[in-house]
């Protein structure tokens, strides 16, 4: 998870991923603090103006190339989405990716910068990359599928990648992660679409809709559909969102990183 709760105090800034959103009352919500763009405020005794989140993309804003020239992997990176190659400045790749084993190495992380749902439960969107170099094949579809059969494909820029679906919580459902990995000279490259929601109990937010959670879903699966593999010329394809048919939840990583 990315977000951190925090409490406000009086007019100091809040620290959100590349945000000049300030602590003013926000009315009953959560006291929620996003490392990505979404910020809101608990409770305060005086009241103040409310925060206005942004919504959509700047329309100054233009797509981004990514490429990694070591893995021959390139995408593109749309309006309103940042893309970083370290992790902990948006993202935090060990707790969402929960079956990476730890020689995978998280190469790019691409995060919505804005809210399209403000008054959901919505608290972000990730979209993972990374590969491990020295793997085993049959390693790497278990990363997607667990020990059983894979029951899912998905062909993205010309390679057949296995898919399964994770997903944790406490209260509610708090993360969905659609895992793909395919395996290819000796590495496994994987991508993770990462859904982060809150839980509503208290907070003041809408449960975030199956409309809603399918838009942003429809989003990520859009970066997919970009990809493009160096030494493959089929190009970039249309990769759509994962269906609730297809999804297969993952079983509890074991200790050692998930193997």
Known sequence: MRWQIRECEGDKPLKARRSAFRCKACGAGAAFVLTMTFAACAQQQHPSPRVQVPISAPTDMKEQDFRDA?????????????????????????????????????????SLDFNPFPQSTLAGALVYYSVQKHAKATECVEQAAGKGEPNDTQEIGGMMFVHGHDEHGQVCIEARDEVYTAYRKGACYRFDLELNTFCSVSSGAAEITEKQMADIEARMAGILSTVTLDWSKTGAQPVPPASETQRKKLPMPSTSGGK
């Open 70 to 110: 070591q893995f021959g992997v390139r995408f593109k990176v749309p309006p309103g989405w940042e893309i970083t190659r370290r992790d902990h400045e948006v993202s935090t790749f060990r707790q969402d990716a929960r079956t990476a084993p730890p020689k995978l190495q998280m190469r790019s992380v691409v």
